[in-house]
């Protein structure tokens, strides 16, 4: 029984490939017997600064073989890492700081100056470039002792989410969460040492679990691709080709990037056969076009929020689909049980919109010095009354079809009451998807003003006339938005979705 995520690496590919590539960037790389002897100099250097177990130690780092080497580091100490994001406001990494309260934070000497401002004493400060030489500084037995000290129910990492009051939290992921996800993605999509992995997600994004784990344990190559990249459809798929990529785990808004663009026309890298999404929702109309480009390739549409360990629910897609229909999120993956509560906390029917809810060992353990917020949403399962048992209740609206797939509806936050209506503003995002010309669409309720925002993006100059005329032929007159704006480009958060906070000031 595997307990600790370290297994993976120490049981797989420093046995099988120690020599082989482990990670590689835009112009170096690590095998993975560097990668060991780098992350355990760091977990070195961390214990001459403190001596605490199963507590964060932050890293300060850009998404880099640095800052893996810093999170496996963390962990070689009997610790759980919390990886921050160098762009931060500097108000919100002081509150995610605080809330912390981690006694190491690793970085480096040329990103050192933003936690210098924040008054961060120089004594919690550990320069990762010093774990990097090519001499091994660590005693074995020590991190050995510290590595066995671990049970599967302790935390391997920590990651901040937005909350509703302005504060950050932190959800705490325990190594049997990691465990039982990444042995059914191994299993459900076949990973091995053959695959190349096009790693997309920020490290503080929990969608990079599943890159650098999978990497970890079966020996496979991850590819960290530039953030920059990102913003150039061309130019991605340009290094998904040189770097012969065969599997990548992205955010939907980078595969319609490159879809309005239409860059598969001309440029369709042949190594790819394993495509996987998550985060958003994914417009039909963009799966499609990437399926007629890939006919024999896989296409899995994975659902979750952070608090269950990345996903939850899967769908390899097995069937056509029309560009209106909406695409299902699927089935719980192994070991994961999905609940859908009505209003009345009971089992939702058929087509029966209810609540999706979670229960297995894929659960958070909660929040990071947040105990109100934890028991407001990891709560008892109220359709077992009989011992103690929580579900995580993720606010998100679905139901089950008539093909016991689960298909998503929506937040609850994202429904709103407009006209004496309720409404759910994703079923109007997916109309407008349908609209010809647009290429992407995000929609916003403007609260004060009782007013259904649509911003979007055309190279074309469609009148909102053309465009409630195309949506009224899918939805009721209420529904339709009543303010239009057009963007050359829709903003995204660092993780790569739709930032809606930016859209949503803009309406101020």
């Known amino acids: 029984m595997q307990i600790n995520v370290l297994e993976y690496l120490e049981k797989g590919p420093l046995l099988k490939c120690r020599d082989k590539l482990a990670i590689r960037d835009l112009s170096r790389g690590v095998t993975f017997g560097e990668l060991e002897r780098f992350a355990k100099n760091c977990a070195t250097l961390i214990l001459k600064k403190t001596t605490v177990v199963n507590q964060p130690v932050a890293v ?19 610790n759980c890492y919390a990886n921050l994001d160098i762009k931060s406001p500097p108000q919100r990494l002081q509150s995610m700081m605080q809330n912390l309260k981690a006694s190491v934070i690793i970085t ?12 961060i004493p120089e004594g919690q400060l550990l320069f990762v470039e010093q774990a990097i030489t090519p001499e091994a500084i660590y005693d074995n037995t020590q991190l050995l002792a510290r590595s ?4 599967d129910t302790d935390p391997v990492y920590i990651i901040y989410t937005s909350g509703s009051t302005g504060i950050p939290k932190g959800v705490v992921i325990p190594h049997r969460g990691v465990i039982d996800y990444i042995d ?25 679990t599943l890159d650098i784990y999978l990497c970890l344990s079966c020996g496979a190559t991850l590819v960290l691709i530039p953030e920059e990249i990102f913003g150039y459809p ?27 663009c239409r860059i598969l026309d001309s440029l369709a890298p042949p190594s790819l056969r394993k495509i996987l999404f998550a985060g958003e929702v994914m417009p039909t109309k963009t799966l499609n076009y990437w399926r007629g480009k890939y006919p024999h390739a896989l296409f899995s549409n994975l659902y979750g929020p952070t608090e269950i360990t990345v996903d939850c629910t ?22 994961t049980d999905i609940l859908i509560l009505n209003e009345k906390n009971e089992p939702a029917k058929t087509d029966e919109t209810g609540e999706l809810c979670v229960r297995g060992s894929s659960l958070a353990l909660g929040y990071w010095n947040n105990p109100a917020k934890t028991a407001s949403v990891f709560v008892q399962n109220p359709l077992n009354p009989h011992y103690p048992e929580l579900i995580y209740r993720t606010g998100d609206l679905v139901s089950r079809n008539a093909r016991g797939e689960i298909m998503f509806i929506g937040r609850k936050d994202f429904q709103i009451k407009h006209l004496g209506y309720r409404i759910e503003l994703g079923e109007i995002e997916h109309a407008v998807s349908q609209v010809d010309g647009i290429h992407n669409g995000c929609v916003i309720y403007n609260q004060d003003k009782k007013e259904i925002a649509l911003f979007f993006e055309s190279d074309r100059d469609l ?36 930032d809606r906070q930016k859209l949503a000031a803009s309406l101020e």
């Open 108 to 119: 480096s000497s040329s990103h050192a100056g933003a936690l210098r401002a924040l008054d």
């Open 184 to 208: 059914w993605a191994l299993d459900c999509y076949q990973v091995s040492e053959s695959e190349v992995i096009g790693n997309q997600a920020p490290f503080f994004f929990d969608n990079s």
């Open 234 to 260: 061309l130019k991605l798929m340009q290094f998904v080709e040189r770097m012969g990529v065969t599997t990548f785990f992205w955010v939907p808004s980078v595969m319609t990037n490159v879809a309005n």
């Open 60 to 78: 300060f780092l850009p998404k880099s073989i640095e800052a893996i080497i810093a999170d496996l580091g963390v962990l070689y100490t009997g």
């Open 463 to 498: 009148s909102p006339a053309f465009i409630r005329k195309r949506m009224l032929t899918r939805l009721p007159k209420y529904m339709l938005p009543t303010s239009f704006h057009r963007l050359d480009k829709i903003p995204l958060t660092a993780n790569g979705k739709i």
């Open 148 to 151: 066995k000290s671990v049970i």
């Open 314 to 335: 899967y769908y390899t897609v097995d069937r056509d689909f029309k560009d209106e229909e909406a695409l299902p999120i699927g089935y719980p993956c192994r070991n």
